[in-house]
């Protein structure tokens, strides 16, 4: 029984392959995003310097354009910043701390965001109608908002930018999972579940959550790179990460007041790295959520 | 519909307690609020004074309750910086931000609508694939990085436009407008078509559906077979139609617009509401953070009642109560 399970999801997984190979953009989209992984789990090794190495660091290199040879024989092919940090090694670095906080938060999200729905659409009547009125409330207030509330409240650091981008996010979660849900509660499967005496507990996450993946897997996607975009606007703002953990938002604030003065290196290429994170995520999400949409199937 | 009317204005003022408790917790209990609330550099006799006089040695919630009287006679604090009522301060930075939101509107209609008919009358032209992908990399492109971009662009390396403030204004009713003057217009342009970029996309999209959806009903083909000219049956019986939705979204969506105009604004030093924010949370202004919170959720509570009124009055199942499933 557990054989011919695995044989179909296989078979469907190798399906799902081949749906998604149909748009080429689409493949660009997740060979950038391999790449993007890659290059933030393992940059490190290969970057030319380690930028926060102070004694890697000379103050005579600051501000290179791209291509110069730094005093340390480093040539900088993107330029260096105010510090004299070679860009390319901060975006390497910067990219393995925008990353990280955006996907710890999108996860977090994503286990809060299931479980609120899941109970949500389980439970019904009046559970259900307080629960999402207060996530149609809290998504009718634009998400910048209420990030600036949270982050104006609790202040600066690496847990509170998370808390902030978690609050934001949940709501699109349970919203996504509880429509699934409801629809999936009504089916037999679920009744039996439930007539054999299982605990509300295991009916619900071992049997409709299962089922609801789907559309999680599609809103996850977005939701990590829209996290990644928020957390690099509230940094650039200045609410964000600590100078301490620059992420790439943190970098292209850095660069913002020398960008006058016409050295518009320091913001522009770790705003490119941002937007090929970003872009790459999203094609790759919109590319599942067409391949999964049973009505455009053919 | 009147129960609907009171039921909604009961959860709006639901919100706004919850807001106030949220917001007066985060700032008064959380942290010393003496730090926060009182002027570090001031000498330990100011300080005892101003516990005193702010009586921050009462219980929370006589605090609060002080807190919710104040601020209902329109009093949250004055400023340390600038020694002034906070309220004052928000509402002197507001017209700049209005200014801005409503300029960034117009653009959208302006950029969005046709783009969005060509894009909807030719749905299969290379053309009309440019615009959908720059609409797709104007939802997904981060505000702040474009407007960086823009400065680059047509500040530093082209020269043309100028790279922030806001110009010459001309006073109009006690009210300074950056729109009346040459120079205040050069200065409007990069802010607002910053700001707009994202609502360009929407309308795109927006436009395009709706052009897409108009041209297979029966009164265009009628319009077309009674032999009206192409340039008649597209600009006057189907652009009306696709209008009216759009201009509605639109104005739902400057809620939005006001709140993310606290990245344009810090981007090219436009003095509005939302720099006065970010200024202030960076100085630990206090006061004027409180003020300026408080301010924009009762703006949104008023603005998602707006919100729920006009779909009401659209779709009478949202006034049933009925949760579409």
Redesign the interface.
């Known amino acids: 029984m557990s054989v011919a399970l695995n044989a179909t999801e296989a078979g469907g997984f190798r399906r799902f392959l081949s749906d998604y190979a149909e748009s080429p953009t689409a493949v660009v989209g997740l060979v950038l995003c391999i790449l993007i992984v890659m290059t933030a789990l393992i940059g490190p090794w290969f970057t030319p310097q380690n930028p926060y190495d102070l004694r890697a660091l000379d103050l005579m290199d600051s501000r290179l354009p791209p291509g110069e040879v730094g005093t340390t024989g480093i040539t900088h092919w993107l330029g260096t910043d105010d510090q004299g940090r070679d860009l390319l090694s901060a975006i390497v670095y910067g990219l393995r701390i925008s990353l990280g906080v955006g996907v710890v938060a999108g996860v977090l999200a994503l286990l809060i965001g299931t479980t609120v729905g899941i109970t949500a659409a389980y439970f019904g009547g009046r559970v259900d ?1 307080v629960i ?2 207060v996530v149609d ?1 809290q998504l ?3 998400a ?2 209420l990030a ?2 949270l ?5 600066q650091g690496v847990d509170k930018i998370v808390i902030a981008l978690v609050a934001v996010q949940w709501a699109y979660f349970a919203r996504t999972v509880r ?1 699934a849900a ?2 999936e509660r009504e089916r037999e499967y679920i009744e039996a579940a439930r007539s054999l005496g299982l605990s509300h507990r295991r009916v619900m996450f071992g049997h409709l959550m299962p089922n609801c993946t789907a559309p999680l897997i599609v809103v996850a996607t977005i939701q990590v ?1 829209n996290a990644i ?1 928020l957390e ?2 509230l940094s ?4 964000g990460m600590p100078v301490t953990q620059p992420s790439l ?1 943190l970098l ?1 604030a850095n660069g ?1 007041q020398y ?2 003065s ?1 050295r ?1 290196w320091i ?2 290429f770790p ?1 490119i790295a ?2 090929l994170v ?2 790459s995520i ?1 094609l790759v999400g919109d590319r599942i959520r067409d391949v999964l949409n049973p009505r455009l199937q053919r | 519909m009147t129960l609907f009317l009171l039921r909604r204005l009961l959860q709006g003022a639901i919100v706004v307690v919850v807001m106030s408790l949220v917001v007066f917790i985060g700032v008064y209990a959380i942290g010393n609020p003496v730090d926060i609330l009182i002027n570090p550099d001031a000498t330990p006799e100011i300080k005892q004074q101003a516990i005193e006089r702010l009586g921050l040695d009462r219980p929370f919630l006589e605090q609060y309750g002080t807190f919710v009287v104040r601020a209902l006679q329109g009093d949250l604090g004055r400023s340390f910086i600038y020694d002034e009522p906070a309220l004052k301060l928000i509402l002197q930075a507001m017209p700049a931000t209005l200014e801005l939101a409503i300029a960034s509107m117009v653009l959208a209609l302006v950029f969005g609508i046709p783009l969005g008919m060509a894009a909807g009358y030719w749905p299969d032209s290379w053309g009309a694939n440019v615009i959908m992908t720059g609409s797709i990399l104007g939802f997904s492109l981060p505000t702040f990085w474009v407007g960086l971009m823009l400065i680059v662009l047509f500040s530093v390396e082209l020269g043309w436009l100028p790279s922030g403030g806001r110009g010459e204004t001309v006073v109009v009713f006690g009210v300074p407008l950056s729109f009346l003057t040459w120079n205040g217009l050069t200065h409007l342009f990069l802010p607002a078509l910053n700001l707009a970029l994202f609502k360009i996309s929407l309308v795109i999209r927006l436009t395009r559906a709706g052009m897409r959806e108009t041209l297979q009903q029966d009164y265009i083909k009628y319009a077309r077979s009674k032999g009206l000219s192409r340039h008649r049956v597209v600009f006057v019986h189907a652009f009306r139609n696709i209008l009216i939705p759009i201009v509605t979204v639109l104005g739902l969506e400057i809620g939005s617009v006001i709140a993310f105009a606290v990245v344009t604004e810090t981007v090219f030093s436009w003095p509005g509401m939302g720099k006065l924010i970010i200024d202030s949370i960076n100085v630990l202004d206090r006061p004027v953070v409180v003020a300026y919170l408080m301010l924009t959720v009762v703006m949104f509570v008023v603005i998602n009642l707006l919100v729920d009124l006009t779909y009401s009055l659209v779709d009478p199942r949202v006034r049933l109560g009925g949760r579409p499933r």
Not at chain 1, 151 to 155: C, D, F, K, S, T
Not at chain 1, 236 to 239: A, Q, R, V, Y
């Open positions: 109608t999402m009125r409330f009718s207030f634009p910048i908002l600036l509330i982050l104006a409240v609790l202040g429509s409801v629809v790179a975009a690099a606007t650039f703002l200045g609410l938002g292209i913002f960008i006058l016409g518009y913001s522009t705003g941002l937007l970003i872009v999203n």
